[in-house]
């Protein structure tokens, strides 16, 4: 049984899935005007992981995350660089994905881009309006706040804590002070004809239009980072009540934020580590196991011993998971037996994993698998069975975390290399021992 903090009920729940043995993700994704930092990539890291679990247990996850290609800083970009505003946003698609496939993460089923949805949004829009929840002034669009009653359930917070807690919009066309831009009429930047007016849509629509678009109707997980609680998954979940009668997802997750100096990481504030200066110092496990070693609601504040830690404790996981296969790879035995103990302490993974996806604990069972491997590699009576069950179970874990580790098998000489540094030992030819071990070591191969 999976276990989710609920953000919108703010309990934990049993996971029940809208369709058995499915799950819909949908996951807000980047606005796509800069490189991502390091607090960017932890929604992306954390919800791979998500869909891992849920697929290693068997479900079909449908994950989609989507690009925001129409944003005031990308026009303002584009005027930066000399560009067009399309070939901005290209331009960094393409450098974000290259960041999100090396953090080793899962392909999305579909990376839906708001350009391509116009006319879905369009049609969402004039939805509201039908529907007695937006109006139209000059052009533009706004969402009519107070005909949502529960409106800030999901930041816990009424609309006269909104006036009173948050910046609000002074725009005197507008009918209450916190009515949000569904559709903005602009001689600025690439614009769009709709009924109303040249112009582009409101940030909080888009991703309610395309998530209809996708998943013709509610989805089960809605995620982001805890920074899109107020306004923008709130103003989603307002626009799906109105249209649809429903709160768009079964569960809202959201991960907490990453802090440098006590401070949010930001790009306006100018205080970030990018991701990909990180990816150049550390490779995609040790800066998983970073951002993993932390439960996902917690704040992490990064500090560049924690990238040392993690370079340390990776190479303890490495090292473990290389000498098992190594030692596998070179005997015969290809038989698996049960071994409750492994079976324990895989056991204990999943738990940790299904308790609200407690990654922190899950990395806690990983090496508890380090020590045991350890200690039955230094076991002489240890079985290849038991090194096999092992191994595959160390795999699947890593796998779960997006930490696998791929090894290409030796070839006949180093084989023939091992078996005969193997046989000096057996022989007590230390100092032919010796110089095979240096040989074994220079050529890189883990034992």
Known sequence: MIKIYNSLTRTIEEFKPIHENQVMMYVCGPTVYDHIHIGNSRPIIFFDVVARFFKYLGFEVTYVSNYTDIDDKIINRAKEEGLSEAEVSEKYIAEISNTVRALNCLPHDANPKV??????????????????????????VYFDVEKIPSYGQLSQQSIDNILTG??????????????????????????????????????????????????????????????????????????????????????????????LDGEKMSKSLGNVVWANDLLAQANYQIYRLLILNVPYRQPLTYRPELLEQAKNDFEKIYRSYVSLYRQIELSQIRELEVDFEVDAIKQEFIEAMAADFNTANAITAIFKMVKLSNLCLRDKDSSVSRLLHLKQAFAEML???????NLAPLDDADKDLVKRWQQARRDKNFNLADSLRQEINEKGIIL
Not at 123 to 139: P, R, S
Not at 182 to 190: F, M, P, S, V
Not at 219 to 239: V, W
């Open 399 to 405: 796998w779960v975390l997006g930490m696998e580790i």
């Open 115 to 140: 350009t391509e949805n116009m006319e879905g949004i369009i049609n969402f829009i004039q939805l509201l309006i039908d529907k007695n929840g937006a109006y139209v002034v000059d052009g533009d």
């Open 166 to 259: 948050v910046r609000i919009d002074p725009n005197q066309r507008k009918r209450h002070p916190i009515d949000f831009n569904l559709w903005k009429a602009t001689d600025e930047g690439k614009q769009w004809p709709s009924p109303w007016s040249l112009g582009r849509p409101g940030w909080h629509t888009e991703c309610v239009a395309m998530i209809n678009k996708i998943f013709k109707g509610k989805i089960d997980i809605h995620g982001g980072g805890t920074e899109l609680k107020f306004p923008h998954h709130e103003n989603e979940i307002a626009q799906a009540e109105c249209a649809f009668n429903h709160s768009l997802a079964n569960y809202w997750m959201h991960n907490g934020r990453i802090e």
